[in-house]
């Protein structure tokens, strides 16, 4: 991933998540942080959790803990889904919700979550207005 290089929409992410191998071909859930100190700047990408092949759970702190370490005031939230179904499953919509709370307490805004599925498949929660 190149850290400097600018990106406008989410998209641009997942693509590049795609193709390094990153994210839809995983046969495990893999949620992984993005964090940014401006919108358009990347500052990282780490995974944070490897699930297994039906699910992963994860702590808001988990996921927060690399923007807070590098003071980036921007994350985006991504993962797969083994089943290579992107639709964002309820459990999805909770803890995107718990981690925007926790992010807005610590002063890092949540930009979105992307749920990744097969080559060409990807949702964004933010899109869809749900958180």
Not at 53 to 76: G, N, T, Y
Not at 106 to 113: E, I
């Amino acid at each position: 991933m190149n850290r400097n290089r600018r990106t406008n929409h989410w998209r641009a992410g997942c693509a590049e998540r795609r193709t390094s191998g990153s994210a839809g071909g995983r046969r495990k859930s893999a949620p992984t942080g993005v964090t940014r100190r401006r919108p358009t700047r990347l500052v990282g990408q780490r995974v944070i959790y490897q699930g297994n092949d039906h699910s992963s759970i994860v702590r808001p702190a988990e996921v927060l803990r690399p923007a807070v370490l590098v003071a980036a005031p921007h994350i985006i939230v991504a993962h797969n889904h083994p089943s290579q179904d992107p639709s964002p499953s309820p459990q999805d919509i909770r803890v995107t919700k718990d981690i925007a709370e926790a992010a807005k307490l610590l002063g890092v805004t949540l930009l979105d979550h992307v749920v990744i599925g097969g080559p060409d498949g990807a949702v964004s929660l933010k899109d869809r207005g749900l958180f």
